[in-house]
């Protein structure tokens, strides 16, 4: 399984960005998919979660600004994220959890490559 996140970048406090990423291989069911960020000297923390039943979770400090949203058929999780904050500046980490495989098994916990996003004030 792999995971190819893009959409990241700079952009000014109260902009938006949208972040995308897709997981390849041969799959045939992803039963969690989501994002997180590692910025500078802290850990890395949640950001947003959706089900593959469309059920979502999020971090306290993206709660209404962010939405996630995610495409069952494309093996796809998008990140749309609007009045952001320098503090959102960080490495974000797509995440696709119990993923099913052709092959048989589950492969849990696959992470993507981080795509930078930077919010200046």
């Known amino acids: 399984v792999q995971l190819q996140a893009s959409g990241g970048g700079l952009v000014q406090a109260g902009g938006s960005l949208r972040l995308s990423c897709a997981a390849s291989?041969?799959?045939?069911?992803?039963?969690?998919m989501g994002w997180y960020r590692q910025a500078p000297g802290k850990e890395r923390e949640l950001v947003a979660t959706?089900?593959?039943?469309?059920?979502?979770n999020y971090g306290d400090s993206v709660k209404g600004r962010f939405t996630i949203s995610r495409d069952n058929a494309k093996n796809t999780v998008s990140l749309q994220m609007n009045s952001l904050k320098p503090e959102d500046t960080a490495v974000y980490y797509c995440?696709?959890?119990?993923?099913?495989?052709?092959?048989?098994?589950?492969?849990?916990?696959?992470w993507g490559q981080g795509t930078l996003v930077t919010v200046s004030s």
């Open positions: 959706i089900t593959s039943g469309g059920s979502t």
């Open positions: 995440n696709a959890d119990r993923v099913a495989v052709l092959s048989g098994g589950t492969h849990s916990n696959n």
């Open positions: 291989g041969r799959i045939l069911s992803i039963n969690v």
